[in-house]
């Protein structure tokens, strides 16, 4: 068995080619590949011939490097002969050439790879369309919450109840540990952080006013809503998420239940109920945490510490605290629902979901608390 090779021969425009030995697959003909696309490439502007007299045996393979070889990705004239350009050669040899023009797929064609600073400007620009189209979903979503909220508040027949109360189990009640430990802790750091500053500029009184104003009006709720976003705000777009993809949620509308009334509010009004609750807690374990501290650092007795609580902090900062509670429910309740009636597709679409829930629930509840902060700036509360 010849191994397969070609003799190559320019004359004036035109390309002379001479095959011969046996043009198998394992005869080696890997071994001329780079060869032949070179020779495809040089007589790309020339007229090409190749000679078959000195061919032997040929399978697809062979027949199909020969043909790629002579029409160059259909770059070649006069493709409608599919044996243009070969001479010589016996009927069997010329018929499976012929037949490996049929299936000869187009060559890809390698597009020019833009620049990594376009790349960073067409991520840039996809993600910011992606921002406006998830933010005009996002607010008609919260059209038809507001619209569906009103219609079963004037209709008290049509609240579910056990599902109401259900989900203010699940979101409010369940959580009370972890959101009364993470708050006491918070205020045993702020006692810490205080104690240790204020002792320099022989001040350490003042940490019951650091305590005071700090857990009351900023990190008993804003931390209590953030654990909740990554708590109960994931799980609604979990547990409705699965509905979709079970299709358990065109069920309810082919049966004449608006899943909106059965899934969506329920869980809008348990998460607007439970939070000011929970923030209460967060906020007086987080009293309790300092007050421990400074009793153990500073030797501010529990006595001394709610005097002063009650002499220098007054009620605003309380009430400042709940009042932006209801508002941080509302948005973690309603993008938890949104991102869970948008999963479509499969599990990995949910999980996909799922984070954005908490990612976007976090930024707008940080986002909602600068503008209070600055509302109150401006009222001087």
Known sequence: ??????????????????????????????????????????????????DLDGLGLIDTTGAMMLQRTMRHCGKRESLTDLLHGFEGGNDRQRKLIERAASVLEDCPVDTPRPSQFIILLDRVGRSAEN??????????FLGQTIVTLVRVLTQPKKLRLTSLVHHMEESGLNATLIVGLMSFMIGAVVAFMGAKILSQFNASIFTVELIGISVLREFGVLLTAILIAGRSGSAYTAQLGSMNLNEEIDAMRV???????????????????????????????????????????????????????????????????????????????????????????????????????????????????????????????
């Open 255 to 381: 049966i004449g239940i608006d899943p909106m009334e059965a899934l969506v509010v329920p869980r809008v009004l348990a998460m607007v109920l439970v939070l000011p609750a929970l923030a209460f807690i967060a906020a007086m374990l987080g009293l309790l945490g300092g007050a421990l501290v400074s009793w153990m650092v500073m030797d501010i007795s529990p006595a001394l510490f709610l005097t002063r609580t009650q002499d220098s902090i007054v009620i605003q900062n309380f009430l400042v605290g709940l009042v932006k509670a209801p508002f941080f429910a509302f948005v973690i309740a309603v993008i938890g629902c949104y991102q869970g009636m948008s999963v479509e597709g499969s599990s990995e679409n949910l999980g996909k979901r799922t984070t954005m829930s908490v990612v976007q629930s976090l930024f707008l509840v940080i986002v909602i608390d600068a503008m209070f902060a600055i509302l109150f700036l401006e009222l001087d509360i």
């Open 1 to 50: 068995m010849d191994a397969p090779d070609f003799i190559r021969e320019d004359c004036d425009d035109t390309i002379f080619v001479r095959v011969k030995g046996d043009w198998i697959l394992e005869n080696g003909l890997g071994g001329i590949d780079k060869a032949l696309r070179q020779l495809s490439m040089d007589s790309l502007n020339h007229n090409l011939i190749i």
């Open 131 to 140: 921002m406006i189209a998830d933010a005009l979903a996002i607010t008609s």
